[in-house]
């Protein structure tokens, strides 16, 4: 049989990314988070460039760009990812249009709610990634900085939010289910619990 060995986490760790006394602090994090992507999403739902008529403009010239910034002296963009921009994103640009638009639009509601938190900020986050990857600084390191965060609080980002009743309903070490003497949720608690 095999064993399993636990680590226990630093406390300092413990308490930034686990503690109900930092879930305030989560809170204002992820609903900040979770407006920057809602704005951003909802600009580009209300463009006919992203969605309507005319999907697929606005990204056509977002990803060509990107394959431009690979060129030169000293391209931004790499090579790898020029070929990825060209050969499966660009041919499927309007669909494209929609998953950005309404993914950003999502990420940002079901931030701003508490809503399956750590895998939101991870998905938000390799929107993030694309885009930087792409040549596109703007507010992405910002927000996948925080989203990285997001990912290591998962277990108490969303306290204040609906992760309070999701997270237990799906297994999850929280609320019920947390340390009443150390404000902490893990799995080694929960399983004694």
Request: hydrophobic fraction near 50%; charged fraction near 10%; charge should be positive.
């Amino acid at each position: 049989m095999a064993r399993t060995t636990y680590y226990p986490e630093p406390k300092i760790s413990q308490f930034l990314f686990a503690s109900k006394y930092m879930a305030p602090f989560w809170t204002v994090v992820r609903v900040y988070l979770g407006w920057l992507w809602l704005d951003a999403g909802w600009h580009k739902v209300s463009d006919p460039r992203w969605v309507g008529p005319e999907a697929g403009t606005a990204v056509r010239g977002f990803l060509n760009r990107a394959i431009g910034l690979s060129q030169g002296d000293s391209p931004t963009v790499t090579g790898w990812y020029a070929w990825i921009v060209e050969n499966v994103f660009l041919p499927i640009a309007p669909v494209m249009s929609y998953l950005v638009a309404y993914g950003e639009v999502l990420v940002g509601i079901a931030l701003i709610v508490g809503f399956l938190t750590g895998l939101v900020a991870f998905l938000g986050g390799l929107m993030n990634v694309a885009f930087m990857l792409a040549g596109t600084l703007s507010s992405n390191p910002i927000m996948f900085l925080l989203a990285t965060w997001m990912v290591l609080a998962w277990r108490i980002a969303g306290f204040y939010g609906l992760d309070y009743w999701v997270l237990p309903w799906l297994g999850a070490p929280h609320g019920p289910f947390s340390n009443k003497k150390s404000g902490t949720a893990t799995a080694k608690n929960s399983a004694t619990t």
